[in-house]
């Protein structure tokens, strides 16, 4: 096993365009990182910037144009549907949406069950798995027999989580899987994430458009804007004092719990804004 568990290396995705403008769309330009075993990296930017198709991209469900993706020292950038098959045990995914992301005809005792019993787990030990889940992310053993439908936006990203973890992987992209969550619950959500990785020893890639919740998470941090990194390092470094004007702009956007500072972190923020609008304007002059 190496250190690096994932990486990533000149990654570039471009999407075809249809209609009379043929060719083809890059959103991303060439990123690059790693994530050791254990760790997390945070990977934040404002919808639009391409934090998704990184998790698409090393999930195989976007199309690679340039660059290497390597899991656990296996080049997998353009692996085969079988060989993704059998990564399905080592790389897992939390969706953003836990109300989209779970069959709604299906009792939570088979949604958990599913991926085991797709890699041929048996019906005793797939019980037990099954219970040992529910108690890992903190919901009762009756949750078993019970719809989606049954349980709070929280709840049911537990639910999601215990999915991911069914099959004991290694990483697990999580793609902005508390946005939709009240911050009350987005709180606990991340503390379980945080005790599921000192437990198992399990790494993120964890996507967010919030830099307050990614510092909270993370070890390191790629700040993502318009297909290109432009600020990567530890996160308490990054947080704490961001170089790039972009990084700034969305520590401004974090809300403070003081009306009024947070009214002249707004109007800071758009001062920059402008800013930026004014340069891109010049520049396109010359």
């Known amino acids: 096993m ?12 471009a999407y075809p365009r249809k209609g009379f403008r043929r060719g083809a769309t890059e959103i991303l330009h060439g990123v690059s990182f790693d994530i050791d075993q254990g760790k997390t990296l945070g990977v934040v930017g404002e919808s639009g910037s391409g934090k998704t198709t990184i998790g698409r991209a090393i999930l195989g469900l976007a199309p690679i144009t340039r660059g290497t993706v390597t899991f656990d ?12 098959a059998s990564l399905a ?5 939390v969706f953003q949406d836990p109300f989209s ?6 009792e939570i005792g088979q949604i958990l069950a599913e ?43 537990r639910i999601a989580i215990a999915r991911a973890l069914a099959l ?10 508390v946005s939709a969550l009240d911050l009350t619950t987005q709180a606990r959500v991340l503390d379980l994430f945080l005790e599921i990785q000192q437990d198992l020893g399990v790494s993120y890639l964890f996507i967010s458009h919030d830099l307050d919740v990614i510092r909270h998470i993370s070890h390191e941090v790629a700040v993502l804007y318009r297909g290109d990194v432009v600020e990567h390092g530890r ?19 974090s809300p403070l719990p003081d009306p009024d500072k947070q009214s002249e972190r707004r109007a800071l923020r758009a001062r920059m804004a402008e800013d930026e609008r004014l340069a891109d304007v010049a520049g396109g002059d010359r």
């Open 2 to 13: 190496t250190e690096k568990l994932l990486q990533v290396d000149d990654l570039a995705v």
């Open 73 to 84: 020292g296996v080049d997998i950038t353009r692996a085969a549907r079988s060989k993704r």
């Open 89 to 93: 045990a080592d790389l897992q995914v």
């Open 101 to 106: 992301s779970l069959n709604p005809a299906m």
């Open 115 to 157: 991926p085991l019993e797709i890699q041929k787990v048996g019906p005793t030990e797939s019980r037990a798995r099954v219970a040992e889940l529910l108690d890992r992310v903190g919901l009762p053993a009756n949750a078993i027999t019970r719809l989606p439908r049954e349980f709070s936006g929280g709840q049911r990203q």
């Open 168 to 177: 004991r992987p290694k990483l697990i992209v999580c793609d902005e899987p």
């Open 235 to 253: 996160s308490t470094a990054v947080t704490a004092d961001p170089q790039h004007p972009y990084t700034q702009r969305l520590l401004l956007a």
